[in-house]
């Protein structure tokens, strides 16, 4: 009996995965892409790997499942096993039995037309009898969430519904092991926290290992048993994720966003007011420690002096005189014979704004941004965009005053270099010779991009082919200039280059519309926030009014940005303030802190 | 063609695929015996009968027939000039209408104009049956089919992985289309190399963005099991219902009457 026993734990303890100095460099590239990584998972936990873009993380996971070497060609060094199998000597289909790999993009995962169809292909492939096969998929839809959907088709999915169909197609294979690559990266919160929802599920029902490749995430923290940093192809850390998630400096290093209140409670820290453990990480704790901390240190007098303060600052931009950029007037659209998506829109947006426009997917943001530059047409109402109204003129005249940079640069790169591509907007609109090289010119500096001048757009990384997008864009000098989705699969690092100039241009006097998830730095950079609901505008305002009524927005299934939320907690010692930005809440204790000196 | 399929109940949508397939053969069989116009009208009315049957979107067709009305007359005129009397077994087919050409060159036959009319029926009967066998088939049932032919498992999985990606690709040319457009380029210009030249920007980003979506397909697959034996489970047994049987008989006797009336009456020649 007792060796019986002991086997078990053996097994329970047993690795489910297990790398041994692996070195990849993938063809033609001198530089290797993963260098040394020894990385053991046990059975049954739920690992992160995180680090920034180009750290390896994405050949990490296609490593493990054999993907490298079986189908892609460079030089792979070290031993891979995964569930007591050596990668290197199983196939990818036999692997797959027993790890399961979900890719970056849903689209090019899902092979059948019904999800049923879809959800199968699988287990055909491993000839498993019809009557199994269905009660798999049942099962397995059940899991994911998506009961029912068998005989939907695939291409008329939501974006959380593809994503999630692309994890249960892996799933009804029954894997051991399940990878997943930023399978949340271009949902919206709610989508998201779906996908997070549906993982820890699966882990409460089953004992799955999961080995989730993401940017940064607040919901992460506590649901994950460990965190694994890469570093341009080196394991630069391991350990629980809150010791990450507390240690600024590392995070910053290695290019990983921080959470708000982290920021904060790292000032407290580096100030000596709280030990590194007392570093909150969620909204409860933060409010705590600024609590305990207020009376001791803090300066605050009350809500009347800071409201009044704040009075004079918001009147500044009221001065300057009133030049109307976008007048939107009842505007209705309608696409083919389906429900309206756009159902009588009014608005001013005057110039020089930074207004973001936020809202659920399918909420109407992007319906509504592209009638501003006509690529879409009222079906009825006026859209009249700097003095010209839009259903007079094509796109490609308006093109010169308005900009908009859309969210997938690979749908517009078509130059063997980067700098024809800049060149490519100009030609259009006339521009010849001399002028073109000296706009160019310019962008290539303002952007950063002078270095890539010749080189070809596609052998750049994401974050540079966004920026190329944008610079594509700006060589016209448009007036009004507006970003679908500028971060999304951007890391950190990458986020804050492309704010800090979507920030210079609108200090210089473009006016900005961005449409983003992202309510960080939506509260961050806008000055205005437009929210729509089922194509009705449904709050306008600054990002203090808006964000104020969590309760609210959660109709429109938006998540305050974490800040605010604090600030709401806070209420008490707030009053009606909402503080949205970290330099506010450290402004409360700034004269305390002198006073002490 | 119309290939998407159109959900119903009628008889032909329950037949299995095999008979239909079978019906379809037979009736191409049945165009291609008789080369009187009559015959043809007659086979025309009888698929149109069909068409009508499964209650064919008839905009759908029309749309379709529209840009061919260039080809249908251009047809009936080469056939009528370059038949020469020569070829037509009927004495009234033989007779020339006119000449097109002084000193009696390239003559207009009655029965190369029969025989342009038939080729167009021809094709008429040919997209009508086509439709009607693709709208009343499901992909699945096409697979079967190939299953059951013994066509390798990866041509009719290349089939469907086509078919599902046509709306994606479509999606991605619209979005690269809206992307360039929003950089002023315009998609109208003047003449052939014009219009070449301006499609180059929707052209190229598509052709990327093909292969790399092809590129992460093949890892998916790979991901998925594919391709570790050479068959798969298939998802439906096709079998024969009393339904199909009748069916079969009919188009047989179809058939046999056809060739009797062409062969033993020596009717619907030309």
């Known amino acids: 009996m007792k060796t019986v026993k002991t086997v078990e734990t053996i097994k329970c303890i047993e690795n489910a995965i297990e790398l041994i100095n692996i070195s990849y460099c993938y063809p033609h590239v001198e530089e290797p892409c993963l260098k040394n990584v020894s990385l053991t998972v046990q059975k049954g936990k739920f690992m992160v790997l995180m680090g920034s873009t180009g750290a390896g993380k994405t050949t990490l996971s296609l490593c493990l499942n054999g993907l490298i070497p079986q189908l892609m060609e460079g030089k792979l060094t070290g031993q891979v096993s995964v569930a007591g199998k050596n990668v290197g000597k199983t196939a990818v289909q036999s692997l797959s039995k027993v790890l399961g790999l979900v890719l970056q993009d849903p689209e090019t995962q899902i092979i059948g037309r019904t999800v049923e169809e879809d959800t199968a292909f699988g287990p055909r492939n491993f000839l498993v009898p019809l009557d199994e096969i269905k009660q798999r998929v049942d099962q397995t839809l059940a899991k994911v969430r998506l009961k029912g959907y068998n005989h939907r088709l695939t291409e008329e999915l939501s974006g959380g519904e593809k994503q999630r169909l692309a994890i249960a197609g892996v799933l009804v294979m029954e894997p051991e092991i399940l990878i997943l690559d930023e399978p949340t990266s271009e949902l919206d919160p709610i989508g998201r926290s779906e996908i997070y929802q549906t993982l820890a599920d699966l882990r409460r029902k089953k004992d799955l290992t999961i080995l989730l490749v993401e940017h940064s995430s607040e919901e992460l923290i506590h649901k994950a048993d460990e965190v694994v940093v890469l570093n341009q192809g080196e394991v630069a850390w391991r350990g629980i994720p809150t010791e990450l998630f507390r240690n600024l400096p590392l995070l910053r290093k290695w290019g990983i966003k921080p959470l708000p209140v982290s920021q904060l409670g790292w000032d407290f820290y580096e100030k000596g007011w709280i030990s590194f453990a007392e570093i909150p990480l969620d909204i409860p704790s933060a409010a705590g420690v600024i609590r305990a901390l207020l009376p001791k240190y803090g300066h605050w007098q009350g809500p009347a002096a800071g409201q009044s303060k704040d009075r004079l600052l918001k009147q500044e931009p009221f001065l300057s005189e009133k030049t109307i950029s976008v007048q939107v007037s009842d505007l209705i659209h309608q696409y083919n014979s389906d429900q309206p998506a756009l159902r009588g829109i009014n608005l001013t947006i005057e110039a020089g704004e930074f207004v973001a426009l936020i809202g659920q997917n399918g909420a109407g943001k992007t319906t509504l941004a592209k009638h501003f530059n006509g690529l879409l047409k009222p079906t009825s109402g006026e859209v009249i965009v700097e003095g010209m109204n839009t259903s007079q003129y094509d796109t490609s005249d308006l093109a010169k005053t308005i900009g908009y940079v859309f969210q997938n640069p690979d749908h517009q790169i078509f130059s063997a270099t980067v700098e024809k591509e800049l060149e490519f907007g100009l030609k259009n609109a006339g521009f010849k010779g001399q002028a073109i090289k000296e706009r160019v010119e310019q962008v290539l500096q303002y952007t950063g991009l002078e270095k890539y001048r010749s080189v070809h757009p596609f052998s750049l990384g994401k974050g540079e082919r966004q920026m190329i997008a944008v610079a594509s864009i700006l060589v016209l000098k448009p007036k009004l200039l507006i970003i679908d989705e500028p971060t999304t699969g951007s890391d950190w690092t990458g986020v804050q280059t492309m704010m800090a100039l979507i920030h210079k241009l609108h200090a210089a006097g473009t006016t900005i519309i961005m449409i983003s998830h992202d309510m960080d730095l939506v509260a961050q950079y806008a000055k205005r926030i437009i929210v729509l609901k089922d194509g009705e505008v449904f709050r306008d305002g600054t990002p203090q009014d808006v964000f104020a009524n969590e309760q609210i927005l959660l109709d429109s299934a938006i998540v305050p940005p974490q800040l605010c939320r604090l600030s709401s907690q806070l209420k008490d010692i707030l009053g009606s303030e909402t503080f949205i930005q970290s330099s506010e809440f450290t402004a409360l204790f700034e004269s305390g802190e002198k006073s002490r000196c | ?270």
Not at chain 2, 23 to 44: A, E
Not at chain 2, 120 to 125: D, N, P, Q
Request: proline share 4%; with cysteine; aromatic share 12%.
């Open chain 2, 1 to 270: 063609m119309l290939i998407e399929y159109l959900p119903g109940d009628t008889l032909i949508h329950r037949l299995d695929v095999r008979t239909k397939m079978f019906g379809f053969l037979g009736f191409l069989i049945l165009s291609f015996l008789f080369l009187d116009p009559k015959y043809q009208l007659l086979i025309v009315t009888l698929t149109g009968l069909l068409a009508f049957w499964i209650k064919i979107p008839l905009q759908k067709i029309w749309r379709m027939m529209l840009p061919l009305l260039p080809i249908i007359i251009s047809i009936i005129l080469i056939t009528g000039f370059t038949f020469t009397p020569g070829r037509f077994e009927r004495v009234s087919s033989q007779a020339i209408l006119f000449y097109a050409l002084p000193g009696g060159r390239l003559g207009a036959t009655v029965g190369g104009f029969l025989m342009g009319t038939t080729f167009i029926l021809r094709l008429f009967s040919m997209m009508i049956v086509s439709s009607v066998l693709t709208l009343t088939t499901s992909m699945d049932d096409f697979t079967q089919f190939f299953q059951k032919m013994k066509v390798p498992v990866e041509l009719s999985m290349m089939l469907t992985t086509a078919i599902r990606f046509i709306p994606t690709l479509d999606k991605k040319r619209r979005l690269i289309l809206e992307a360039q457009k929003a950089r002023g380029a315009k998609f109208n210009e003047k003449g052939i190399v014009g219009s070449i030249r301006s499609y180059i920007p929707l052209m190229i980003p598509l052709f990327i963005n093909s292969i790399i979506m092809a590129n992460s397909l093949s890892m998916a697959m790979l991901n998925r099991g594919y391709g570790l034996t050479r068959s798969w489970t298939s998802m439906r047994e096709i079998s024969f219902a009393p339904r199909d049987y009748w069916s079969i008989s009919c188009i047989m006797l179809l058939l046999m009457l056809a060739v009797f009336v062409r062969f033993r009456l020596h009717l619907g020649g030309l």
